[in-house]
């Protein structure tokens, strides 16, 4: 089965400021990644698929990158209503899901 | 408008069955294949099963495989999972998602609960 290791596990920052999260996948997968966003009390809801798709009507200040095992999301400009909990997922073979990051303005 | 609503979740003992239903509406079900994903009290994503379209590929999650059974009714637009031999570890938020460009929409959950 593929691991997917997600990094950092919390993260807090200003309003404004870019803010990265980073998956590492345990073998190739192939562009095979999606980001998804879950608030609290909510259901995830994604925001990136195919490592650097936005989904219709996510800000374009969700951005992602990567290949290989090495996948990113970015957010360039911190907004107060990005507070969440943040979880890549690859669909290379079956799905796994990153742990998370939890994502509090400074 | 998409909906994805989930159903018979509720408390089980270990070792019991349950079996939840995810009513789908505002899309051609047919056409996609769907996901089952829990979420435990305070914990992180875990897929758990897969099925296309037509039912010809299904997968599950390690944890739940020979336990577990996902199925769908396209003429009815709904998707089941039927669960046996639960455990305490099973205890989730238990979700329903369609599988488009990524998991584009997710119900809102059912709590499933095993404990004595």
């Known amino acids: 089965d593929i691991q997917m290791t997600q990094s950092p596990s919390f993260l807090s920052a200003s309003v404004g400021d870019r803010v990265t999260i980073n998956c590492k996948a345990s073998q190739n997968i192939n562009k095979y990644l999606d980001w998804y966003q879950q608030k609290h009390g909510e259901a995830p809801k994604l925001l990136i698929y195919n490592t650097n798709n936005l989904q219709t009507g996510i800000p374009s200040r969700f951005s992602g990158s990567g290949s290989g095992t090495d996948y990113t999301l970015t957010i360039s400009s911190l907004q107060p209503e990005d507070v969440a909990t943040y979880f890549c997922l690859q669909h290379s073979s079956r799905l796994t899901f990153g742990s998370g990051t939890k994502l509090e303005i400074k | 408008e998409v909906q994805l609503v989930e159903s018979g979740g509720g408390l089980v003992q270990p070792g019991r069955s349950l079996k939840l239903s995810c009513v789908a509406s505002g899309f051609t079900f047919s056409n996609y294949g769907m996901n089952w994903i829990r979420q435990a009290p305070g914990k992180g994503l875990e897929w758990v099963a897969y099925i296309s379209s037509g039912s010809s590929y299904i997968y599950y999650a390690e944890t739940v495989k020979g336990r577990f059974t996902i199925s769908r009714d396209n003429a009815k637009n709904t998707l089941y999972l039927q669960m046996t031999s639960l455990r305490s570890e099973d205890t989730a938020l238990y979700y329903c998602?369609?599988?488009?460009?990524?998991?584009?929409?997710w119900g809102q959950g059912v709590m499933v609960t095993v404990s004595s």
């Open positions: 998602a369609r599988r488009g460009y990524g998991l584009d929409y």
